[in-house]
């Protein structure tokens, strides 16, 4: 089978090689040209564990190409997946203009029957939207289906999510189109994966649900981790114990600095405007959207009073600016609001990622890079940790401590054993915990 990935992103650019890797021949279009000439030669335009082997291999193999030519991959296709971007509009509502410029040079180029599925994150109503689009564009007159196959891959751990999905979505309103995807995701049945078969509209909705949920369960533990440092409580003893509650379970229950990234802040605010349009009220995922700026405020003010309000001149280390480890995406990452409120306050930001700093120098051109934990120590008055990628969880604290100017620890991922840390003479602030 042959199939095309319009949109060669995060999304595009793991679900084009994983199937590649499943055996299926795969062109993967995108309208930057450096991004796709990188490709070609196998370079990947970011940072994911994994990807890199599968791309060349199937490189070399002839079963994954790049190309900037939409025509020639629609042509070739049966299956056209849309993975573009759509980010959030002012409003919060999700901009489909990417997503509606595919489906018409899609249309143009449509010469045989073919499957057309949205990857994206598009909001309820926009496959039938795509399906208008799609006929009032077509110049040939050809028969084709409209399928919802929304993902739920992580950054970080894509390629493995890809490959063992929790579940596997198909909205579709015509037998021949689900027979396709289950043909093509058929390794995944041999792994016994569930499948969701659905309408579209249940579909475009279930991937909004789902994030929207994760994102209440961070706001929820991270409201509790307020009540906890008021109350003298311990929030991981909290949140460990109604995470074993099996109604309940373990993950997404870490309390924080909040989430971030490419996905849950536009999913949830896409999610309330949809509903608004609709005239329904979405109160439980507004006030988790609400919950989420909060703990990145309340959190950045922790630092600052622990200054007595005067942070300016003083150093601060910031570990971590990803939104979260094992990734270089910086999107609506929490770091660059922590960054951004200490230099509106004219403190020295010294800051290291060990993925990520390439895309924060985009952002903030004139703040210190460091090559390691210990050269953003040196001289700092205050260390924050940010991101809990693993280069961080087992620091030696003894030579932080030696190489700073203050005694200030503000780890906000809640990583450190607080004991341990004040013993070393740390003024050690977590979240949540006495
Ligand atoms: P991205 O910004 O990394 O990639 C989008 C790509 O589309 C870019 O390379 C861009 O150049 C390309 N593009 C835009 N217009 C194009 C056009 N007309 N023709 C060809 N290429 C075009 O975005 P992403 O993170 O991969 O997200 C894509 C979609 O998948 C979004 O709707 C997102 O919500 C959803 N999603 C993302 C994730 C994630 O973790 N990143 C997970 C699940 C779902």
């Known amino acids: 089978m042959h199939i095309a990935i319009i949109g060669t992103g995060y999304v595009g650019l793991v679900t084009g090689a994983c199937f590649a890797e499943f055996g299926v021949f795969v062109t993967c279009v995108d309208k930057d040209q450096e991004k796709i000439e990188k490709l070609k030669k196998g370079i990947i335009p970011f940072y994911e564990p994994g990807l890199e082997d599968i791309v060349k291999r199937n490189l070399k193999e002839n079963r994954l190409k790049f ?13 056209i997946f849309i993975a573009v971007g759509t980010p959030p509009r002012g409003d919060g509502s999700a901009n489909l203009d990417y997503v509606e410029e595919v489906a018409k040079e899609i249309a143009k180029n449509m010469n045989s029957y073919k499957v057309i599925v949205t990857k994206s994150t598009v909001p309820v109503g926009t496959g039938l939207k795509i399906k208008e689009i799609i006929k009032k564009n077509l110049e040939k007159s050809v028969e084709f289906d409209i399928v919802s196959n929304p993902e739920f891959l992580r950054e970080g751990s894509a390629v493995e999510d890809f490959m063992r999905p929790n579940r596997v979505v198909i909205g579709a309103e015509s037998e021949q189109a689900i027979a396709i995807m289950k043909d093509l995701y058929r390794p995944l049945y041999l792994i016994e994966t569930p499948f969701v078969i659905t309408d579209i509209p249940t ?62 802040p536009k999913d949830t605010m896409a999610l309330v405007r949809i509903a608004e ?17 909060n703990q990145r405020e309340r959190l950045t003010q922790k630092i600052i009073k622990a200054f007595n309000d005067k942070v300016e001149g003083k150093i601060i280390g910031i570990l971590g600016l990803s939104f979260k480890p094992n990734t270089d995406d910086i999107r609506e990452a929490p770091a660059l609001y922590i960054i951004q409120s200490l230099l509106n306050r004219k403190a020295t930001v010294k800051v290291y990622d060990p ?74 602030f977590s979240v949540g915990r006495p």
């Open 67 to 79: 190309t900037t030519c939409i025509d020639e991959a629609v042509n070739e296709s049966l299956v």
């Open 203 to 264: 579909a475009e909705l279930i991937k909004y649900a789902t994030n929207s949920f994760l994102a209440t369960k961070i706001s929820f533990i991270n409201e509790i981790s307020a009540l906890c440092e008021t109350v003298g409580a311990n929030v991981n003893t909290v949140a460990k114990a109604m995470g074993l509650d099996g109604r309940i379970g373990p993950k997404f229950l870490h309390a924080g600095i909040g989430f971030g990234g490419s996905c849950l």
């Open 355 to 428: 993925q990520a700093m390439e895309n924060t120098r985009k952002v903030f051109p004139n703040i210190i890079y460091c090559s390691d934990a210990y050269s953003v120590a040196k001289d700092a008055d205050a260390l924050v940790v940010v991101t809990e990628w693993n280069q961080f969880r087992n620091l030696d604290l003894e030579r932080i401590k030696k190489l700073m100017k203050g005694n200030l620890f503000f780890d906000f991922r809640n990583i450190y054993d607080p004991v341990k840390v004040k013993q070393i003479g740390f003024s050690y």
């Open 277 to 293: 349009e609709k005239g329904v009220e979405l109160r439980i995922i507004k006030a988790a959207i609400e919950a989420n700026q």
